[in-house]
Every structure is written in structure tokens, then in C-alpha cells.
């Protein structure tokens, strides 16, 4: 089953707008853990907006677990698709966790017996059970995003879509919000798309995308991706640290790398200099 | 311009119930000329050190007007030092104005701090503010001034002086924030978190642009950062906050030599420096100094060795 | 700022902290009803009587709850000397023109303040024991039956919670905003009125677009979550009354019962 498909979308934020989406075609299957990637203003986040309906195709067609996004079924597609955004701030109602948390159920009038058993699965989804009754203010970026995280949960999504989630964190914030998002992928088989311009991030996908100019580029598993540093670099990319110092030490006569892992590129430089 | 700060501690919301230690019994030397970095997690105080750096944190004892005696019999606690080359910010007298002119302070996200209807007004609001009463600048020189500082941070002063700074792309929008701190030419530029929210390529592009202002145009630069590989990569000199205190001032060379310890802080450490890691724990010792470059030359240097 | 002790919620556990915010509101109504009700001093005693007790439960320092007057006691005294003033009596101490002095308006103006007092007590006691969550959730509950009137309650309640989980986040925008300027030379504390209003078009606007910015996300957000107006939407946290709540509105009506009683039987005492 096909999480997310689009079909030859076309987009544009208006006529005199310069960007453009035309004929794209994109899908995610059901349990993949596909990451985004591309510079500001590729087209990244609109691509996020479309697949849940909060932005409308002017032509083809967007549709999640078969159903189209359109019309009556916007409401069917948006509890399929959850959607977590960049700013931590600005993404919760209410101003005690288990509120916020509740949010989203409480919109699909899910049974109140019901919402409260939601609360406690997705606040144990995101590692949050102690703060049930905690303040938002007072918690941490990454905190916030994890409570933005269990909100989306609480509508027992199919895929979600991480929009530049980590992109305003601090790296410990980033780090929980990675681990949070491996689990739900382990243990909960939930689909994942993650929006990011962290290189180092995408490393954890199954497939990886490349934007530009509002069309899909480049495709591949991170490692192929990876390996195509020209083209990465005229997509206004910049190669993954790692993925640049292995080919540097290829250039300078080494055989190593193409595994993007710290550990095993020491290993090989280990074997090349002994 | 040399930063001295010798038991400096502050205290937010002091005598409340709410009160929070940031600092404490900080002291810190950062030399002129220097690129400094200060590392450390989100509310370990390094924010609120920087913000002394111009003032707008006050040091307690310039605020009052005497200063309090302490009681006999209870120990006299150190005695705060927090000068900023000629200026001591422990005075109230001292002419904190003058200080924010030679000082100058980029926050995080500074295009949210844009307001005026041309990027050249906005530009020129502290060149105006700052400007000695009765010496008014002229059109004139507010324009040359505006233009040089557009023109070093990258942006064409024909293209974008008459513009609305709401109507510029994310990165110019930053680099004419950058531009409005810049334009009094401060002698130190402090920046917290010049590149968050960026892109890689951005993330690089505003990284050369600190190297270009520390070159040409302000003599100390101090950047706060999350991002390891940016100081490694960046800086002469970095401070490791930690919970109000200052746990390691250290050029990256021998900071990043310490990665266990860092590790332990809970703080990352630069990829090179977790490389380096790995392979002393395979008998390999790369002597280098955490620099991407330095790293892959004395790696293919023990290989030449080695062959 | 970061708390939710912004207002003025005083974060301890008591039996008023308890109790349901909407018999907390209602007893505040019924309170001023019957300060007002009361025309003499039994009754005022009567209302005193209980709202000292509820400050004794609140477990609510009573220097902060008299802090509380001392916002609006300039308020207080000025009203106070101008009943004094032209309240006219039979035993009068002092005249000059209009203006006299008389045990009347005396003890009018002393009934008068009593009055004002008591009423800024209590509804800062209000206040200080429950969240302001707590409050707006009470007054949606009480606003219900106004839907029958197409009145957006929902909408009202969710326009209220929103507005207070972003107020400190704005204030600390408005700090950091305040900081990036006077570190660009901005002066907000010298110069005259005109200057000083000059002043603030580079705080005002930053924060302005930022709010308008941030509105818009959250927008998004919402929609994102499915929100589409309280059309079939459930609710998770329900209030419920307890036993605390029947002693709160057996004393409360017991209090207005009294102040009726007393003022029917007992006129004309002031």
C-alpha cells in the first residue's frame, strides 16, 4: 500500500510566484523511512503541505492510503497524515501537555475514555510519560517537539511527516527527536518522511530524496545519494563531513568509505596505514 | 579591545522563589585579535555571559548606587572584574552607550529584528542612535556608511538598499541584519548562534562572512555555538560553559583532545575528534588539529609513512 | 516569566485551589450580589465572615491577598472622601457650601470601602487559587447554554487558552526583541513622550510580524490536526462537582440566605 502518492502535482503559490512545482511524482510505501532533503526554498516544505491537504494541487492528484485528498476526505487524509513543523513554539494549543496532547482526538471526536488511553501511548511514544501534567512553557526544544510529536500520535497516524523538526533544536533536542523518530519506525512500524537539510540525519533513511527547484532530482539510498557529490553540490548541497573527508582520503590514494560510519571508516584507515 | 571577566555570577529573578544561578564565579580572558568560540547546552549560562559583554546584563554593583558593606565577621567575597578593554562594567559611571557602539551584539535569528521600510534605514538606525549629540551624520556619510557595511556582508547596495527588508530571501534577510550591527564598526562582534536555522550552504556562506568582518573590519569575534565542527573548523580560542561555570578555555587543538571528558558533559565532539577517537583505540595516533583539513593531510601523511 | 504563575496564581494545594472553577466563579457572582444586597453592616459582617474563611482555606498568605488592595487603593480612598463629602446627614460636624461632614456620610463612606474591599479580595482570591486554564475552561462550561444562541462559546474558550499559553511567549519575544535594539543604540528611557513613542516602532513592528507569523503556523498546525471548529469534537477533560464543591455551595448559599434575611429584618440600621 502506497502511504503517500502523488501523481503528476502541479503547485504554484500564485501567478507571479517564482516557484513551481510541475509533474511530480512522488510515493512512499507504507512502512519505509524515506528523508528529504534539499536547500531553503526547494520546495521541501511545500511538498509536506500538499501530502496532507493543507495546501491544494492545482492539477494531478495527492492521495494517502488510497484515499485521494480532496474535498470531503481532507478530514480522512489529515488523520492518516500527520504533519510535526519546525517551530516548537508554534505548534501547541494548549498550555498543560496532556491539553495539547489531547487536541487533535478531541477533533475527530474520539471518545473520551478513548483519548485518555491515546494520551498515554503516544506520551510513552515520545518518552514523555512524567510530564502528563507539566507546563509547555517550561519544557526543552527538543521537549516540545516530542509533545508536538505525541499530539500528531494521538490521531493514530499512518505516515508522519517531520517538517524541519530538528532544524531550531540544539543538538541534544535533535538527538532525542532522532531517537524518538527510529522507534516509532522500530516498534510501531509507522511510515516516516523526514524533511531536514542535516545531511548527517538522512544517513538513518531507507531511501532518500533530493529537491530542487521543486522537483525531485535525486534518488537513491543515502549512500548512493551520498556518493554523488557533484551533482549534490549543484543542487546548492553540501556533502555530509564524513562523506567528504572518505573522499578526500580516496583522492589522496586511499581505499575507503562509502559507508558513511565513523567506526567502520576508522577501521579502514586503520587497514590502509598499517 | 581585551575581555576580563574574574568572578563574575549573576543571578536571574534574584530573591525569588523562581530564582535561577547562571553564572557562577565565572572568569574568562579573551584576548584581542582572537576568534573565540563558547560552547555549551541551552541554559548553561553562556548567553547570559555574553550579554554582559554590552552591558545588557548588568553587573549588580553598577546598578546600586553605594555599594554594600559587608557585615563584619562574614567573609568578603571576591571582588567582580568585568572589563571590556577601557570600559569597567562594574561602574555605574561608566558610559555604557559608548561601550554598545565598540560592542557589537548579533542574537540569534536577527532578521526577526528588522523594522524599517528600507533595508538602508534599517541599516543606518544604529549609525543614527549611536551618533554623538549635535553631531549629526550627514546624508552623505550615513550612505557611504550604509554601503560599505551592505557591500562586506555580501549584498549589493543598488539592489537592495531602497527595498523592504521583508521582501528579501532568508539568507540576505540575515546578512542584512548583520549589516545593521556591523555598520558603527565595532572593535568586538558578538554573534549567538549566527548560523542556526540555515542550510548547509548558508550555514557556510555566513561562516566566511565572520571570517571576512574578523579580517577586515572588527578585531575580536565571539561566536556562541551548538555546532562542534563550527568551532573546530572556526575558531583560535573556545570556553566550555557548564551549568554557570566555565569548565575548559582551550584552544580546539587541545579542547578536542579531551573527547571522553566532553563526551561526558553530555556535549558532542567534532566528527575529526571522533575519528581520531576511533583510531587511537586501533594503535593509531593522528596528531592534528581538528580541523577537516589538518585531519585528512595527517592522515595521508601516516599513510605515506606507512607505505 | 516562563510559568504559569504569570497573573497571579499562587501554586499551592488547598481546599479552595479544589475546587471547581465554576462554582469559584459563580460563588464570585453571588458574592457581589450580595454585597450589594447587604445594606447594613450585620451583612457585611456576614460576607466578611466568609470570605476570611475562604482566604483561612486558601492557604493564601494574607499579606498577598491585601496586596491586592493596595492596586486599587487610591481608588478606594478617593471615592471614600468624596462620599464623606457630599454625603449629606442630620448630624452634621462641618459645612461649607455643598461640602459637609456628617456621622452619616461618615459611616456610609466606612460602608462603602468595606464594600470595595471585599469585593477586590475576593475576586483576587479568585485568581490566585485557580490557573488561568482552569478559568477559561470554567467559563466556556458556564457560557454553554449560550450556544443555543449561535454564540461562538468554543470558539471564545479556545481564542482565551490560545491567547494565554502564547502571552509568555510574546514577552520573552518582546525582551529579546528590546535587547537586539538597545544593542543597535536604542534608547527607551530618556527623551519626551514623542521621542519615547518614536521608540517603540522598532520593538513594535518586529513583534507585531512575528505574532502575525506565528499565528499563521499555528494555524497551520491546527488544521493539520484535524481541527475544524467544535462541529462532532469531543472533550477530554471533564469538570466534575465533588464534595468540596457542595460544602463551597451550601456555605455560598447560605451567605446570600443570610444577608437577605438580615436586610429584610433588619433595615435601616445604616
Same mark, same amino acid.
Given at each position: 500500500?502506497?502511504?503517500?502518492?502523488?501523481?503528476?502535482?502541479?503547485?504554484?503559490?500564485?501567478?507571479?510566484?517564482?516557484?513551481?512545482?510541475?509533474?511530480?511524482?512522488f510515493t512512499v510505501e507504507e512502512g519505509e523511512f524515506v528523508a528529504v532533503l534539499g536547500h531553503n526554498g526547494s520546495g521541501k516544505s511545500t511538498l509536506a503541505r500538499l501530502a496532507n491537504g493543507i495546501l491544494t494541487p492545482d492539477g494531478g492528484k495527492v492521495s494517502a492510503f488510497g484515499i485521494p485528498a480532496e474535498g470531503k476526505n481532507l478530514y480522512e487524509v489529515r488523520k492518516k497524515v500527520g504533519v510535526v513543523f519546525q517551530n516548537p513554539d508554534n505548534q501547541t494549543v494548549a498550555s498543560i501537555v496532556e491539553d495539547d496532547v489531547a487536541f487533535g482526538a478531541e477533533n475527530v471526536g474520539t471518545p473520551r475514555e478513548e483519548i485518555g488511553k491515546r494520551i498515554e501511548f503516544a506520551l510513552k511514544a515520545v518518552g514523555m510519560e512524567e510530564y502528563r501534567h507539566a507546563t509547555i512553557a517550561r519544557l526543552s526544544g527538543g521537549q516540545k517537539q516530542r509533545i508536538a510529536i505525541a499530539g500528531v500520535l494521538a490521531l493514530k497516524p499512518g505516515v508522519i511527516i517531520l517538517d524541519e523538526s530538528t532544524a531550531m533544536l540544539d543538538p541534544r533536542g535533535r538527538r532525542e527527536i532522532m531517537e524518538v523518530v527510529k522507534r516509532l519506525k522500530e516498534e510501531e512500524g509507522l511510515t516516516v518522511v523526514l524533511i531536514t537539510h542535516f545531511m548527517e540525519e538522512a544517513l538513518m533513511a531507507d531511501r532518500a530524496v533530493v529537491m530542487n527547484r521543486g522537483e525531485i532530482v535525486m534518488q537513491g539510498t543515502p549512500q548512493e545519494i551520498f556518493s554523488r557529490s557533484e551533482d549534490l553540490i549543484t543542487y546548492n548541497l553540501v556533502l555530509p563531513r564524513i562523506r567528504y573527508i572518505e573522499q578526500r582520503l580516496n583522492e589522496g590514494g586511499m581505499s575507503v568509505g562509502g559507508t558513511l560510519d565513523t567506526q567502520i571508516l576508522a577501521e579502514e584507515i586503520a587497514r590502509c596505514v598499517s | 579591545?581585551?575581555?576580563?571577566?574574574? #568572578? $563574575?555570577?549573576?543571578?536571574?529573578?534574584?530573591?525569588?522563589?523562581?530564582?535561577?544561578?547562571?553564572?557562577?564565579?565565572?572568569?574568562?580572558t579573551i584576548e584581542e585579535g582572537e576568534f573565540y568560540g563558547i560552547l555549551g547546552h541551552t541554559g548553561s549560562g553562556k548567553s547570559t555571559f555574553v550579554q554582559h559583554l554590552n552591558g545588557l546584563i548588568r553587573v549588580p554593583s553598577s546598578l546600586k548606587k553605594r555599594k554594600k558593606k559587608p557585615k563584619k565577621g562574614q567573609p568578603v567575597p571576591p571582588e567582580t572584574v568585568l572589563n571590556v578593554g577601557e570600559f569597567d562594567l562594574t561602574k555605574r559611571d561608566t558610559n555604557f552607550r559608548a561601550l554598545r557602539k565598540k560592542v557589537g551584539m548579533v542574537f540569534q535569528y536577527p532578521e526577526y529584528q528588522l523594522f524599517a521600510e528600507t533595508v538602508k534605514e534599517d541599516v543606518a538606525f544604529g549609525l543614527k542612535n549611536f551618533a554623538e549629540k549635535g553631531e549629526k551624520p550627514s546624508e552623505e556619510e550615513i550612505g557611504r556608511a550604509v554601503r560599505?557595511?551592505?557591500?562586506?556582508?555580501?549584498?549589493?547596495?543598488?539592489?537592495?538598499?531602497?527595498k523592504s527588508p521583508f521582501d528579501l530571501s532568508g539568507g540576505q534577510k540575515r546578512r542584512a541584519a548583520i549589516a545593521g550591527v556591523?555598520?558603527?564598526?565595532?572593535?568586538?562582534?558578538?554573534?549567538?548562534?549566527?548560523?542556526?536555522?540555515?542550510?548547509?550552504?548558508?550555514?557556510?556562506?555566513?561562516?566566511? $562572512? $565572520? #571570517?571576512?568582518? #574578523?579580517?577586515?573590519?572588527?578585531?575580536? &569575534? &565571539?561566536?556562541?555555538?551548538?555546532?562542534?565542527?563550527?568551532i573546530s573548523e572556526?575558531?583560535?580560542?573556545?570556553?566550555?560553559?557548564?551549568?554557570?561555570?566555565?569548565?575548559?578555555?582551550?584552544?580546539?587543538?587541545?579542547?578536542?583532545?579531551?573527547?571522553?571528558? $566532553?563526551?561526558a558533559l553530555g556535549l558532542d565532539i567534532p566528527l575529526t575528534a571522533k575519528l581520531v577517537l576511533a583510531l587511537k583505540e586501533r594503535g593509531i595516533t593522528v596528531d592534528c588539529d581538528f580541523t577537516t583539513e589538518d585531519f585528512i593531510q595527517k592522515v595521508l601523511a601516516l599513510k605515506g609513512g606507512g607505505a | 516569566m516562563k510559568d504559569v504563575a504569570f497573573g497571579q496564581y499562587y501554586p499551592v494545594e488547598s481546599f479552595v485551589h479544589k475546587l471547581d472553577p465554576r462554582l469559584k466563579l459563580l460563588f464570585l457572582i453571588a458574592y457581589i450580589v450580595a454585597i450589594f444586597v447587604a445594606t447594613n453592616f450585620y451583612g457585611l459582617a456576614v460576607c466578611a465572615f466568609v470570605l476570611i474563611?475562604?482566604?483561612?482555606?486558601?492557604? @493564601?498568605?494574607?499579606?498577598?491577598?491585601?496586596?491586592?488592595?493596595?492596586? =486599587?487603593?487610591?481608588? =478606594?480612598?478617593?471615592?471614600? @472622601?468624596?462620599? =464623606?463629602?457630599?454625603?449629606?446627614?442630620?448630624? @452634621?460636624?462641618?459645612?461649607?457650601?455643598?461640602l459637609c461632614i456628617s456621622k452619616e456620610g461618615i459611616l456610609f463612606s466606612v460602608f462603602f470601602v468595606i464594600r470595595l474591599v471585599l469585593l477586590v479580595v475576593c475576586s483576587s482570591l479568585l485568581t490566585y487559587t485557580t490557573t488561568p486554564v482552569s478559568l477559561t475552561d470554567g467559563i466556556e462550561s458556564l457560557l454553554t447554554p449560550l450556544k443555543w444562541i449561535r454564540f461562538p462559546v468554543h470558539e471564545l474558550a479556545l481564542i482565551m487558552s490560545i491567547a494565554l499559553r502564547f502571552i509568555p511567549i510574546l514577552s520573552d519575544e518582546t525582551g529579546r526583541i528590546m535587547n537586539a535594539q538597545k544593542a543597535r543604540g536604542a534608547d527607551f528611557e530618556t527623551g519626551g513622550l514623542i521621542k519615547k513613542i518614536r521608540a517603540v516602532v522598532p520593538i513594535l513592528i518586529p513583534l507585531l510580524l512575528s505574532a502575525f507569523r506565528r499565528a499563521d503556523e499555528l494555524g497551520e498546525a491546527m488544521d493539520a490536526r484535524c481541527y475544524m471548529g467544535s462541529k462532532n469534537r469531543t472533550k477530554y477533560k471533564k469538570l466534575t462537582f465533588g464534595w468540596r464543591d457542595a460544602i463551597g455551595f451550601l456555605l455560598g448559599a447560605a451567605m446570600v440566605t443570610g444577608v437577605v434575611l438580615l436586610r429584610v429584618y433588619l433595615t435601616g440600621v445604616v
Open positions: 500500500m502506497q502511504a503517500i502518492a502523488f501523481e503528476s502535482v502541479d503547485f504554484s503559490y500564485g501567478e507571479d510566484s517564482a516557484f513551481r512545482i510541475k509533474n511530480l511524482n | 579591545m581585551r575581555i576580563v571577566a574574574e #568572578h $563574575l555570577s549573576y543571578t536571574y529573578n534574584e530573591g525569588s522563589p523562581f530564582a535561577v544561578r547562571a553564572l557562577d564565579d565565572v572568569s574568562l560599505d557595511a551592505l557591500q562586506i556582508v555580501g549584498l549589493d547596495y543598488g539592489e537592495v538598499a531602497e556591523i555598520v558603527t564598526k565595532p572593535e568586538i562582534l558578538v554573534l549567538d548562534e549566527p548560523a542556526a536555522g540555515l542550510d548547509p550552504l548558508g550555514k557556510r556562506e555566513i561562516m566566511e $562572512l $565572520l #571570517h571576512t568582518l #574578523h579580517r577586515e573590519w572588527c578585531k575580536t &569575534v &565571539v561566536i556562541v555555538s551548538h555546532d562542534m565542527d563550527e572556526n575558531c583560535t580560542r573556545c570556553a566550555v560553559f557548564a551549568e554557570g561555570k566555565v569548565v575548559y578555555d582551550l584552544p580546539p587543538k587541545e579542547l578536542f583532545q579531551k573527547g571522553e571528558e $566532553l563526551t | 474563611l475562604a482566604v483561612a482555606f486558601s492557604r @493564601v498568605p494574607v499579606l498577598k491577598v491585601l496586596r491586592a488592595i493596595r492596586g =486599587v487603593l487610591f481608588l =478606594v480612598l478617593f471615592t471614600a @472622601v468624596l462620599n =464623606v463629602l457630599f454625603h449629606t446627614g442630620e448630624t @452634621v460636624y462641618w459645612q461649607y457650601g455643598i
